[in-house]
């Protein structure tokens, strides 16, 4: 697998978002291997049953047999001849030669259970390296295919990314995608990083700020002058630097291949002296030497070997995945059985990478639920994740809410509505400072909260003719530990 081109990731995003029929074909060819080796286990095992209790003819049992070595054969024969073509042996070509070895002295079910069982190690492989194929695919589709590119006049055109050259200015809508690395030149909106940082609470952006392909804007609309192509972006880095790790073998893998590459040979002389030399120097038979020569390569064949390596990779690589761990391939599998000390980033890790209200503060008289129902009437408008945070909260807590109205979103800061014929508010730290709601004690507790790490929101009436403005309440927000 070559990794070193970064035009491989622009021909690979044209593929993966123009030609949805070559998907539909690639998983029509997936299947072929998975029945043809079923069918082989099956006949194999008739085979072997059919031997055991002596219920068909010596003839039947074997013609059985040798289906099943046609059946999973075709996982052996295409690595075997390039090995030794190139006079490289490999397992594949030990387990040829076993194979022969037990055809030539009758042993048919034998050399089906060969083929059979290193046709699963095989399968096993290739169902790991389409899992992996399945993972760059999905990276891959963060990014769109096609960018609003900025006109000399003014206008704006879609654009084929791999077309979109540095310096362009690119539109990014609310909802979309960012398809290209750059900076923002106006504009001011909420990004959600999480497909590329794994952070869960969008970051606010503004003119100057770094943006990432990949990423999803929020409820503003942005200008972006791109600074990368798409080859270097930073989430066609991530792309590479996860089939470099699945392009890695385990060390157990590596050291069955050398294994192989001295072990294969060896056998093959010592059956050949054992064929050769006991007939031509001390008269023995040509017949019985050969079957003796064949029973060395069957004994010889190293099934377990090959088998353990590739099922315990992928067990170990299942299980971790079912447990929300991914590893990159066996080589780093391996490497977590000789750790002292992980060091993690939290969000989406240990954390479950989703904000939730964690605590709500009421002030000047009124209740936790008084300031829920205020923040969810608003953020029920909104779909950023802190908003749709309270909304929730308010939901699993059973606090009814009527939905405010004449919804302002204030990009970046927070928003406004109607509760009731007043107008209120939800919003940020820098939103409640515009406002002029802000007092030493409310800096106080705003400070407390956020030096836990968390996002705090503030809930209050705003300013309006005589009444003066007041934060009521107060919601933090973070992300839990799983």
Known sequence: MSTSHPHRIESAQTKMHGAGCCDHHDNDISHWPTRSLALAAVLAAIAVILRWTGVASEIVANGIAAASVAFGGWFLLPSAWQAARRL?????????????GAA????WAEAATVVVLFGVAEWLERWADLRASRATRALLELAPDTARVRRPDGTFEERPVADVSIGAIVNVQTGQRVPLDGTVK????????????????PVEMHPGAQVFAGTINGEGSLEIEVSKATGDTTLAKIIRLVEQAQAQKAPTQRFVDTFARYYTPAVA?????????PPLFFGGLWSEWLYRASVLLIIACPCALVISTPVSIVVGLTVLASRGVLVKGGAHLETIGRLRALAMDKTGT?????PHVIEVVGRDGYSQTDVVRAAAAIDDHSSHPLAQAVVAHARDHHVAFRRAED??????????AMIDGHPHFVGN???AHELGVCSPELEHQLATIESRGQSVLAVGHQPHENPAGRVFGLIAVGDTVR
């Open 88 to 100: 490289r042996p490999n397992i594949n070509l030990l387990m040829v030669i076993a194979t022969t």
């Open 104 to 107: 030539i002295v009758g042993e």
């Open 186 to 201: 106006s504009g001011n909106s909420s990004v959600n990083q999480a497909p590329i940082t794994g952070e869960s609470v």
């Open 269 to 277: 002389i010592v059956a050949l002296l054992i064929f050769f030399v």
């Open 350 to 354: 240990i954390t479950e990478g989703k």
């Open 407 to 416: 919804y302002q979103a204030r990009t970046g800061r927070g928003a406004e």
């Open 429 to 431: 730290h820098r939103f």
